[in-house]
């Protein structure tokens, strides 16, 4: 075989693997560790479940057991169906929106997940949830059939079906299939019979008052005698909101942030607009969106871009809300991040953000917003606010700010969007797919003339490409003055050319290329220009001189120390604001304490985890010993790793007392020369010696590792 036959091979298996992955991403089948976790890529894109209650589930009980009872009745007591004379199994829940349908439906589905995991008899052999959401990773429909129909043949299958608005026979009679709906009739269109349609039934006035006041004075302190002020107030605030469970998470949610007598009283007998505005549920989100601040509720509207229950980020929501200029601090010490962060948990504590469960292994946390708060946002937003979901069907409104865009054509997008010339924000939510040289122009030609909207603050791209395809940003990138957050995510195997006009972006406050590996930018000496920068998003080896100067940066890959201008270890002195991981590497060109303590890693408080790493065997154990002594960290860290480290012994001299204690002290032997995976370490099984004060090294009895990890501080 040629080297150029051998090279399309390769490309081929490695193109097979990757759709073999994303199949088992979206079936939630990806490889079982020992301990029942499944393994997940950081851009796994399983489905969505809606996080437990605080509480559990208040006054669903008989409801929730009714459902349970039918998802493992026997067949002879389903119902016939008339047309294929086959046990039916489809159960619905209907009801309007807010009333509770997906948090039962959510305790069902747990319920039976922990069946499952305990092997109960009876249990299903795969439970999945789904809630409203395209699979972004396939665009053949049949080939997505015939790779569910593959896995999932033979096996009992419960299927959750959340939000279905629209009015098979390979899974087995004893699969079900449990479905949400605002109405009946999606229900019967899918097959289920009315005896099955459960209509979710109206909280007593007492279990009502109970789940009201739990939001409203959960964990509240009070005296007895304002509490019981409340609780009566609380009553009559409570009758007003008809039994809506959201309407009683978010109202008394806002109520909670301010536990006076004085101020609950006037909010029971407040009438706005000749009307009691808790009189419906609409109205009771209404009036919790005044009392948010008037910042707050510009970052609420901002969210009404986004796709109805699309996954956000609450690290991504802050960039862009700072990106766009919606932050106000009169504290010059206060960062814009920080501001921003509160912004965010002040709308999760008042229910506008609700944590969902996603089972990522890295413990990303994602957040949705229901779809009532949904109809509320895109409200308020007005004309600023604007998505195109499937395709161009309407006008998009010609003095429209901040723009998201799923499914698309590339040259009608160029087209439609060219002439937007008070457009802000462009989000392609989609991924773009380039797997030829002919689509590689085409987008290009897009690119350009995307650079017509001189006013763009935000610009985000989805970018897939066949492996080792190319894509170079063309020079006219600089006309973007105005931009502030670059997010170009493509897939490890792409490689993107930056051009020397990058280096003139001077508002560029963050760049992401994802999970790009190679990255051609040969004026990284120019990248000092950027003034502004915060954050660096890359796996490519993209590290540049003079880091320094950056004094704002925040989330640098990593640094890597050499013996030339630009590069020594006093680079990182002034860069307090550092924050997440760290990586050093180049540690045997640091030659004493004295440059080791140019780093001042101590200073860096922000910082929850750091890895040091020497790159070759030419620093002595001695030099090793007092470098890691001038590198002593802040005592805010979170975790510690050493590679390729002369051995645990040099550890003696590092000031470990100046760290919180850590639960638990990973060593991984191995020879001196493996080489770690990342964060997964050698590949071996690691030594774990658990303490709840610090191991000390001398204790260990190891003399070389390669990899050593110390981890899990904790107060």
Do not use: M, W
């Given at each position: 075989m040629s080297k150029v036959e051998l090279k399309k091979s390769l490309e081929k298996i490695e193109s097979a693997i990757n759709d073999a992955c994303e199949v088992l991403k979206q079936?939630?089948?990806?490889?079982?560790?020992a301990d029942g976790r499944h393994a997940v890529a950081t851009d796994s894109r399983r489905a969505v479940t809606i996080a437990a209650p605080l509480i559990g589930v208040i006054g669903r009980d008989k409801d929730r057991d009714k459902i349970i009872a039918m998802l493992h009745e026997k067949e002879d007591h389903c119902q016939a169906n008339t047309v294929s004379d086959t046990c039916y199994s489809v159960i619905g829940i209907h009801g309007m929106a807010g009333s509770g349908k997906s948090t039962l439906a959510q305790c069902v589905y747990d319920h039976e997940g922990k069946h499952r995991q305990e092997k109960k008899e009876g249990h299903f052999d795969i439970v999945m949830w789904i809630h409203g959401k395209a699979c972004d990773n396939f665009k053949s429909r049949n080939a997505l059939k015939e790779k569910l129909e593959d896995e999932l043949r033979g096996k009992q299958i419960l299927l959750v079906l959340g939000d279905v608005w629209y009015n098979s026979r390979n899974s087995g009679d004893r699969s079900r299939i449990l479905v949400t709906s605002r109405t009946e009739a999606a229900l019967l269109t899918l097959g289920a019979v009315k005896e099955r349609c459960i209509p979710i039934s109206d909280l007593d006035d007492k279990v009502f008052l109970e789940l009201f006041m739990h939001y409203a004075l959960r964990d509240a302190r009070v005296s007895d005698h304002d509490r019981r002020e409340l609780e009566m107030i609380g009553e009559d605030i409570a009758k007003k909101l008809k039994g809506s469970p959201l309407a009683a998470r978010t109202v008394g949610s806002r109520l909670r942030e301010t536990k006076t007598v004085e101020f609950w009283r006037s909010q029971k007998d407040r009438d706005l607009e000749e009307r009691d505005l808790l009189n419906d549920t609409m109205g009771a989100l209404w009036w919790s969106y005044q009392y948010l601040d008037e910042q707050v509720r510009r970052c609420f509207a901002y969210c009404s871009i986004f796709p109805r229950q699309h996954r956000l980020k609450c690290d991504e929501l802050v960039k862009l809300w700072v990106a766009e200029g919606f932050i106000k601090t009169s504290k010059a010490e206060e960062e814009m991040e920080d501001v921003a962060k509160n912004y965010f948990d002040e709308l999760l504590s008042a229910s506008f953000l609700q944590k969902v469960e996603f089972g990522d292994e890295n413990e990303v946390d994602y957040f949705t917003i229901h779809d009532l708060l949904c109809d509320l946002a895109e409200k308020v937003a007005g004309r600023d606010c604007f998505r195109i979901e499937k395709g161009f069907t309407e006008e998009v409104p010609q003095d429209v700010r901040y723009l998201f865009v799923g499914t698309y054509d590339t040259k009608i997008l160029a087209e439609n969007i060219s002439g937007l010339q008070k457009l802000r924000t462009l989000i392609i939510g989609d991924k773009i797919r380039i797997d030829s040289s002919t689509a590689c122009k085409v987008f290009a030609s897009m690119f350009t003339k995307l650079t017509e909207l001189r006013k763009l603050r935000v610009l985000k791209i989805d970018f897939v490409g066949r492996a080792h395809a190319r894509f170079s940003f063309p020079d006219s990138i600089a006309q973007f003055k105005h931009l502030r957050y670059f997010a170009f995510v493509v897939t490890a195997f792409v490689r993107l050319t930056l051009p020397a006009t990058f280096t003139k972006l001077y508002h560029m406050?963050?760049?992401?290329?994802?999970?790009?590996?190679?990255?051609?930018?040969?004026r990284g000496e120019d990248m000092m220009n950027l003034v502004n920068l915060h954050s660096v998003i890359s796996w490519a080896d993209w590290d540049f001189p003079n880091v320094g100067r950056l004094i704002w940066l925040q989330t640098p890959p990593f640094f890597t120390i050499r013996r030339e201008q630009g590069y020594e270890p006093h680079q990182l002195k002034h860069l307090n604001k550092l924050q997440g991981r760290l990586l050093i590497c180049g540690l045997e060109n640091v030659q004493s304490k004295e440059e080791a303590l140019e780093v001042d890693l101590a200073g860096k408080e922000k910082l929850t985890k750091v890895v040091l790493s020497w790159d070759d065997d030419s620093c002595s154990p001695e030099v090793e010993a007092e470098v890691l002594e001038g590198l002593c960290?802040?005592?805010?860290?979170?975790?510690?790793?050493?590679?390729?480290s002369h051995g645990i012994h040099s550890l003696m001299l590092l000031e470990l007392e100046n760290i919180r204690s850590p639960r638990a002290l990973l060593l991984l032997r191995s020879p001196r020369h493996a080489t770690p995976r990342h964060d997964a370490g050698c590949g071996i099984e690691p030594s774990r010696a658990h303490s709840y004060a610090w191991v000390r090294p001398?204790?260990?009895?190891?003399?070389?590792?390669?990899y050593i990890y110390v981890g899990r501080c904790q107060p």
């Open positions: 079936l939630n089948l990806l490889p079982i560790h406050q963050v760049v992401d290329f994802g999970s790009c590996h190679y990255l051609d930018f040969s960290p802040s005592k805010y860290l979170e975790r510690l790793e050493l590679r390729n001398t204790s260990l009895h190891a003399r070389s590792h390669a």
